[in-house]
């Protein structure tokens, strides 16, 4: 997995975030992880095909997600994981991965992306399609967002 795989993500992050209404964006830490990843809370899939292919999986804790859903639903309240709060939060991972996809695309790298998957719940599980998981954490005001990238060689 190369590591510069991982910057139009951060960058993705940084410009669609606070056009959504999140004042303070940053950076946590990078990590690598196994094949397997288990998350409680809510895990999102995006399959990613072309020159590079693969997945992406953003991992959100729950009470993150509704806050995150909140913010994106210009302060609605969220409650519950209802179907409009999964659909803001698919949204989001849709127009993040699009964003980065773009930047591959001005780097010369063309690549597709499948729509977004959601899962919630505990101790979910998913089998991702290389051994080696490169793992961002990304912070929307103070909002932890995990996103997990794992590209086939």
């Keep these: 997995m190369d590591v510069r795989h991982v910057n139009p993500f951060i960058e993705s992050f940084?410009?669609?975030?606070?056009?959504l209404g999140f004042g303070n964006i940053q950076r946590g830490n990078l990590s690598v992880k196994g094949q397997e990843l288990t998350y409680?809370?809510?895990?999102?899939?995006?399959?990613?095909?072309g020159a590079i292919k693969g997945n992406v999986v953003y991992c959100i804790g729950m009470e993150a997600a509704k806050k995150i859903a909140s913010t994106m639903m210009m302060g609605m309240p969220v409650d519950t994981l209802d179907e409009m709060s999964r659909s803001a939060l698919s949204e989001l991972t849709n127009?993040?991965?699009?964003?980065?996809?773009?930047?591959f695309f001005n780097a010369g790298i063309t690549m597709d992306i499948s729509t977004p998957t959601l899962l919630y719940g505990e101790n979910i599980s998913v089998k991702m399609s290389s051994n080696q998981v490169l793992c961002i954490q990304l912070l929307a005001d103070e909002y932890p967002i995990e996103i997990n990238i794992a590209f086939e060689n």
């Design 14 to 19: 940084t410009t669609v975030m606070p056009q």
């Design 95 to 103: 127009m993040l991965t699009a964003n980065a996809a773009t930047s």
């Design 40 to 49: 409680s809370g809510v895990i999102i899939i995006v399959g990613i095909v």
